[in-house]
């Protein structure tokens, strides 16, 4: 059930709903949800609080050691998968499964364990994660190397790790600034709006200059238009079946009327093409 974006920051805020809880239950991610705190409440205290209690809360679940024990080793040594870990435990996501494992490890006084899992994260492949694009991110949600670590679900060592990695660019701006951050919110420094606006500045040159090295090849006018006209028509399908009419998911989408119905026409224009060879028009006779 989808709830007014407003409406679960407010019960975030007030310690009614976790913001993982809020995530799956009202279909927002994570990082959407973190992003809108920043944005409404900047970075008071009360917001820093919410945030740590969140962090906190995500790994907090009681599992009894010897149970915990029984189900690392076996992941460790891949007699089961992870998914078959989580279920075993009563854990619901990767994050707080892969949190557990490592601080399992860590506070075991037997380095054969904390060898293990070491051994085990090294063969895990993240070549599918843009982590220069995840600590360009960081800064701009005011996030930790651990908030990283959590949404991506691996151990923040390996965040760390792979943001070392920054140090070899031929140009050791990107990697100063990153550390600099990294060091500050350690120490729980709050921003000056000023200090903020520099980080902005940074990162807007930085993204700039280094666009295809983190985003890839710059979309074409027509690849824009056909991804904004996907999401028009994605979300009025979500915003009709919480009963919206065709006017308020207009003005919710701040568009018109007619912009959605050429959105929801191309769309189905393009899938028509692509599953048939034939354009929309000849099914009409050509019309």
Not at 109 to 121: A, G, H, P, Q, V
Request: aromatic share 8%; charged share 40%; proline share 1%.
């Amino acid at each position: 059930m989808k709830k007014d974006l407003d409406e679960v920051l407010e019960m975030i805020v007030n310690g009614e709903i976790s913001i993982r809880k809020a995530s799956e239950e009202y279909d927002y991610t994570r990082d959407a949800i973190r992003s809108a705190l920043t944005k409404k409440y900047g970075d008071s205290e009360k917001l820093r609080q919410v945030l740590e209690d969140n962090k906190a809360n995500s790994t907090t679940m009681e599992i009894p050691q010897d149970l915990l024990r029984d189900v690392f080793f076996r992941a460790m040594n891949k007699e089961i998968t992870l998914e078959e870990a989580r279920s075993i435990l009563g854990i619901k996501d990767k994050e707080t499964l892969r949190m557990k494992f490592l601080e399992y490890a860590e506070n075991s006084e037997d380095e054969s364990i904390r060898d293990l899992y070491k051994k085990y994260m090294e063969t895990q492949d993240y070549s599918h994660i843009n982590f220069r694009l995840e600590a360009i991110k960081m800064v701009r949600h005011g996030l930790s190397q651990t908030d990283i670590a959590l949404e991506l679900g691996i151990s923040p060592r390996t965040v760390s790790r792979e943001f070392e990695k920054f140090k070899n660019d031929d140009d050791p701006s990107f990697y100063r600034f990153i550390k600099l951050y990294s060091e500050a919110i350690m120490t729980k420094k709050i921003f000056t709006q000023y200090e903020l606006q520099v980080q902005d500045l940074f990162l807007d040159e930085y993204e700039e200059k280094h666009y295809l090295e983190i985003y890839g090849p710059r979309k074409t006018k027509e690849e824009e238009r056909i991804e904004m006209e996907e999401h028009l028509v994605a979300e009025e399908k979500r915003l009709k079946g919480e009963g919206l009419t065709q006017r308020q998911i207009a003005e919710r989408l701040e568009t018109s009327i007619s912009s959605l119905r050429r959105a929801r026409l191309n769309v189905q224009k393009r899938k028509l093409l692509e599953t048939t060879g034939k354009n929309l028009e000849d099914d009409d006779g050509n019309r």
